[in-house]
Every structure is written in C-alpha cells, then in structure tokens.
C-alpha cells in the first residue's frame, strides 16, 4: 500500500501561484495514476485534474490554462502548479491513487488519500 502526504498550501492574494506537492512512499514500485481533488468550503469534494501512469495529464476545464499537474517518478513525487489563483480556488487540496482508469473524476474510484493541505486564496 502507498502513503500520500501533501504539503506547499498557503494563504496568498488573488494572481498569485502556489505549488503543492505530494510525496508518495511505501508501496511506490507499483505504478499509480494519482489525482489532485479540492473541497471548497461546505461543498463537495472535486476533481482538478490527473496524472496517469502513461504520462498522459488532464485537469477541469475550471483550472485550464491556470493549473499545471506534472509527476518525477524519481522522488515518488505529484506536483500541482497553480497560477493565477482565484479567490474560487480556495479549499482544501487533496492528493489520490488508484490502479484504475475509468471514472478517474469520481473521488470514489481512488483507494488512497493524503491528509490534504489547505490553500486559501483572498480578493
């Protein structure tokens, strides 16, 4: 079994850029496709985007153009490179894997979750 552990949240101003990391260890021979997910305040938590094991990556189209998602195999490593935050974008970020392929944007397909780093973004 793998262990998810994030870090890189913060309180920043609107058009600001964070990068949040997430650090994977135990079971890390095994590959995983490993997803970023936010829960905004008193809302659902949701899909930001995805890296699979293919190297292929997609994030919402809420985050297109704004968000980047890259992974280093070498340090066991998921990245989420936030640009041009918006007050929208607040909530607490969440870093997941599953072995699956379908429905990757349903927070019910990962089988391993990180304890999430709160990011927090004011006009």
């Known amino acids: 079994q793998v262990q998810l552990g994030e870090s890189g949240g913060g309180s920043v101003q609107a058009g600001d850029s964070l990068r949040l990391s997430c650090a994977a260890s135990?079971?890390?021979?095994?590959?995983?496709?490993m997803a970023w997910f936010r829960q905004p305040p008193g809302k659902e938590r949701e899909f930001v985007g995805i890296s699979w094991t293919t190297g292929v990556t997609r994030v919402t189209d809420s985050v297109k153009g704004r968000f980047t998602i890259s992974r280093d195999n070498a340090k066991n490593t998921l990245y989420l490179q936030m640009n041009n935050l918006k007050p929208e974008d607040t909530g607490i970020y969440y870093c997941?894997?599953?072995?699956?392929?379908?429905?990757?944007?349903?927070?019910?397909?990962?089988?391993?979750w990180g304890q999430g780093t709160q990011v927090t973004v004011s006009s």
């Open positions: 997941a894997a599953t072995r699956r392929f379908a429905e990757y944007y349903e927070s019910r397909t990962y089988d391993t």
């Open positions: 135990g079971r890390t021979d095994t590959t995983y496709n």
